[in-house]
T-cell receptor, first 115, second 110 residues
């Protein structure tokens, strides 16, 4: 069973607020990812990290930022939330050592609603 | 052009039938291929991975890969109502993150 945790699970917030979505994993995985998924749509990669102090932007342009100060922690921050940021945010991790592995372990997701 | 294409469905099959899910990808450099299952309101979970041309079987599931045709499929034998979910095809080039298709919704009726 995957040990990756996201908080909050649900968040309703007003426009202009700063928010941080937390993601932590206890598997010692080097690779961590943030995906964004709207209902009925595909997962879009917005950020990823291959290790401490390593962060990259994904395919989907996002106004969010991430940090990777510790291996187990990969928070995502929106400085000023807007209604267009309303979505499901999924955090995932994978093992570094197998270059072909695609098995991602997902957290339960954070559903963000910006009013 | 979408990198990973799937028919969104819904695909409806009766209980006990074979469900066939298909996926095409655009990048010939792709090296590994995956099928994830996502129940409504839940996160995706890995069902099958396949790296070489041919078939790979795991219980009721068979993944098929044809790199020349850039095609990967998933067969579910003896489909059960509990198989009703969205099935996501995902493709990985070495050194990059997974790219997901939009998913195919499967509905198995009892």
């Amino acid at each position: 069973e995957a040990d990756i945790y996201q908080t909050p699970r649900y968040l309703v917030i007003g426009t202009g607020k700063k928010i941080t979505l937390e993601c932590s994993q206890t598997m010692g995985h080097d690779k961590m990812y943030w995906y964004q998924q709207d209902p009925g749509m595909e997962l879009h990669l917005i950020h990823y990290s291959y290790g401490v102090n390593s962060t990259e932007k994904g395919d989907l342009s996002s106004e969010s930022t991430v940090s990777r100060i510790r291996t187990e922690h990969f928070p995502l921050t929106l400085e000023s939330a807007r209604p267009s940021h309303t979505s499901q945010y999924l955090c995932a991790s994978s093992d570094h050592f197998d270059p072909f592995t695609g098995e991602l372990f997902f957290g339960e997701g954070s559903r963000l609603t910006v009013l | 052009q979408k990198e990973v294409e799937q028919n969104s469905g819904p695909l409806s099959v009766p209980e006990g039938a074979i469900a066939s899910l298909n996926c095409t990808y655009s990048d010939r450099g792709s090296q590994s291929f995956f099928w994830y299952r996502q129940y409504s309101g839940k996160s995706p979970e890995l069902i099958m991975s396949i790296y070489s041309n041919g078939d790979k079987e795991d219980g009721r599931f068979t993944a098929q890969l044809n790199k020349a045709s850039q095609y990967v499929s998933l067969l579910i034998r003896d489909s059960q109502p509990s198989d009703s979910a969205t099935y996501l095809c995902a493709v990985n080039q070495a050194g990059t993150a997974l790219i997901f298709g939009k998913g195919t919704t499967l509905s198995v009726s009892s």
